[in-house]
Antibody, heavy 117, light 109 residues
Framework: QLRLQESGPGLVKPSETLSLTCIVS??????????WAWTRQAPGKGLEWIGT???????YYEASLNSRVAISVDTSQNRFSLNLYSLTAADTATYYC?????????WGQGAQVTVSS | QAVVTQEPSLTVSPGGTVTLTCGSS?????????PYWLQQKPGQAPRTLIF???IKHSWTPGRFSGSLLGGRAALTLSGAQPEDEADYYC?????????FGAGTKVTVL
């Protein structure tokens, strides 16, 4: 069964870069037509899509974050990562990775990130 | 950018039936937007209940079903249980980009 697990720092300073990793188990990140995404949720707010890497396709980003975000994939380690640059307090949120193939979508447990000096 | 709309809140009696809907600012919601329905309980990660309009994950209780209804995606909960009290999010796929609705808070009371 597909499982995803986020890892990364819980506290990051303003203007710095957030780096999160999602480790995928129970399935291959290289599966044809698979998709691997990052979503975040600010405290008390709804879900906000950040971006999706579609295997054998391209990476798509939320327009408002496009200049500050990058998703990369490490097929040898079966994991994918999020880099979010130039952080502000507004980036404080729980960050979720999710993914799947053939339509299904499995979520990680989330990584809480606070941006503060 | 498209805006996805959901009812802010709904209340259902235990054992009752409730239908949540999901609309798109671009027009009718069709199967081509691959509607997803997610459930999120307080303090927990989201969990996908429905994908591609009406397909259930293995963990999705049988009382949940997805459909298209009057140009909107719909999630119907039949025989509501106390544990179904949660936030429900609709997710639509627009040619590579995802857009979430603001969520519907369902109260079982």
């Amino acid at each position: 069964q597909l499982r995803l697990q986020e890892s990364g720092p819980g506290l990051v300073k303003p203007s710095e870069t957030l780096s999160l990793t999602c480790i995928v188990s129970g399935g291959s990140i290289s599966t044809t037509a698979s998709y691997w995404a990052w979503t975040r949720q600010a405290p008390g707010k709804g879900l906000e899509w950040i971006g999706t890497f579609r295997y054998n396709d391209k990476t798509y980003y939320e327009a408002s974050l496009n200049s500050r975000v990058a998703i990369s994939v490490d097929t040898s380690q079966n994991r994918f990562s999020l880099n979010l640059y130039s952080l502000t307090a507004a980036d404080t949120a729980t960050y979720y990775c999710s993914g799947g193939a053939g339509g299904g979508l499995v979520w990680g447990q989330g990584a809480q990130v606070t941006v503060s000096s | 950018q498209a805006v996805v709309t959901q009812e802010p809140s709904l209340t259902v009696s235990p054992g009752g039936t409730v239908t949540l809907t999901c609309g798109s600012s671009t027009g009718a919601v069709t199967s081509g937007l691959f509607p997803y329905w997610l459930q999120q309980k307080p303090g927990q990660a989201p969990r996908t209940l429905i994908f591609d309009t009406s397909i259930k994950h293995s963990w999705t209780p049988g009382r949940f079903s997805g459909s298209l209804l009057g140009g909107r995606a719909a999630l119907t909960l039949s025989g509501a249980q106390p544990e179904d009290e949660a936030d429900y999010y609709c997710l639509l796929y627009y040619s590579g980009t995802w857009v979430f609705g603001a969520g519907t808070k369902v109260t079982v009371l």
